[in-house]
């Protein structure tokens, strides 16, 4: 693990807790161990806290300080978990990659396009999975909606609107040490843009970004740290028709909000409208003095919860921990799932798997990147700013009101 942060302890700790009990199968019938053996963060603190509170996960080499990341390389890890902020991404992953080991980067993967450039090519020098965390594509609704639409029920979707609202403890607390500078545009909107495009792809070419947002309360109201964001991203299907989907996220929400995290979306098709809230998923909870801050009023179990299952065992599980198990098992295939001469055409099924690895990971990344150069230009005093995608002027065109020469962001084709 590089980083070991929330999402480690709600993800990734409960994947190798589970691990410890029972091993990954893959065909035919294989046993594959899989443990934590190796944490790089920058002061090592949460790791001993790690240790000291888990036990049953065995020992594991703690690492920290700036060369952290070399040092865990070194120590013969076959696989790494990137987790850090989404600023710090592409260094540990790079890295990782050309010590051969198969990569997972929680989202979005990287901040621009040169950079996935980067990263896949290498992964293919290397023989090796380079992955990124869309969770909730795994979403029991978000799955239904994916079924609907490759099944033809849900025809050409038209516009769409989903929005993503959490605390403030999320931004001035657990965020604090890296939230300067950063906005919750990059760090949620791109899970629904993978759905977007994951789900109503791939036949569809991205066709513009727009952006703003509001400042002045995470930072102040004239510098480049952003309390919410909302985002337009354009589509031209086939048949010249637009798809146009705006996502508003947000991570000043107060905190006694009773969802906590506020969630919900709404897609237009020719013959349909799909929409659903995932706050209101049919649970709610009151328990006095302990909601709506230690347990929320409107749980999503199907995220991530802890259970005693009738049989008497207690687990943790949900759509965020399956996506974190299901890359190990993509990683167990591809080295135990025959024999070595069919590790080759094993790597490529895998790589081919378009809700998970980098390759197929343009588009979000695109619009991350044609995003943040638009609040970097409103931050500086140009609002209003414009990304054109695979235009004339080049794979990634930001354009400023009043000024008819762009400035390409991406020379190649997205």
């Excluded at 952006?211 to 299907?237: E, K």
């Excluded at 969802?259 to 995932?278: I, K, L, P, S, T």
Aim: with cysteine; aromatic share 8%; proline share 7%.
């Amino acid at each position: 693990m590089v980083g070991l942060g929330m999402i480690f302890d709600e993800t990734y700790l409960p994947f190798f807790r589970a691990n410890r009990r029972q091993p990954l199968y893959v065909p035919p019938g294989t046993p594959v161990a899989c443990r934590l053996a190796a944490v790089a963060t920058r002061t090592g603190a949460r790791a001993d806290r790690l240790a000291a509170a888990e036990p049953a996960l065995g020992p594991f080499a703690n690492f920290s300080g700036p060369d952290a990341v070399d040092r865990l390389l070194a120590s013969g890890v076959r696989a790494v978990c990137v987790a850090t902020p989404d600023d710090r991404h592409h260094g540990p992953a790079k890295a990782a990659i050309a010590a051969g080991c198969h990569v997972l980067i929680e989202k979005p993967s990287v901040l621009r396009l040169d950079q996935v450039d980067d990263l896949v090519a290498l992964a293919d020098r290397h023989g090796v999975l380079a992955k990124v965390v869309y969770h909730k594509l795994a979403d029991p609704d978000h799955k239904k909606l994916r079924t609907l639409v490759a099944d033809g029920v849900l025809r050409h979707v038209n516009n769409g609107y989903c929005s993503l609202l959490e605390p403030k403890s999320i931004s001035g607390g657990q965020f604090a040490e890296w939230v300067s500078g950063r906005n919750p545009g990059t760090y949620v909107a791109v899970h629904y843009l993978k759905l977007i495009d994951f789900s109503f792809g791939p036949a569809w070419a991205l066709d513009r970004v727009a952006a703003t947002g509001q400042r002045g309360l995470v930072g102040p109201a004239d510098g480049p740290t952003w309390d919410s964001v909302q985002l337009q991203v354009t589509y031209r299907h086939p048949d010249a028709r637009e798809a146009t989907f705006d996502v508003h996220t947000s991570w000043v929400t107060p905190d006694n909000f009773p969802g906590y995290v506020e969630q919900e979306v709404q897609f237009r098709f020719d013959n349909a409208v799909w929409a659903a809230h995932q706050r209101k998923r049919g649970v709610e909870l009151t328990v006095e003095g302990r909601t709506p801050h230690e347990l929320k009023n409107t749980p999503n179990y199907h995220y991530n919860g802890t259970f005693l299952e009738p049989w008497g065992e207690r687990t943790q599980r949900g759509y965020g921990v399956e996506v974190i198990e299901r890359f190990f098992r993509e990683v167990a295939h591809v080295e135990f799932g025959g024999e070595p001469a069919g590790r080759a055409a094993r790597l490529r099924e895998m790589r081919g798997l378009a809700y998970n690895d980098l390759s197929a990971d343009r588009n979000c990344v695109a619009i991350v990147q044609a995003m943040e150069a638009i609040l970097a230009r409103a931050a500086a005093g140009a609002p209003g700013c414009l990304v054109k995608v695979n235009g004339p002027a080049g794979g990634l065109a930001l354009y400023e009101p009043g000024n008819a020469t762009p400035t390409v962001l991406y020379h190649g084709r997205v």
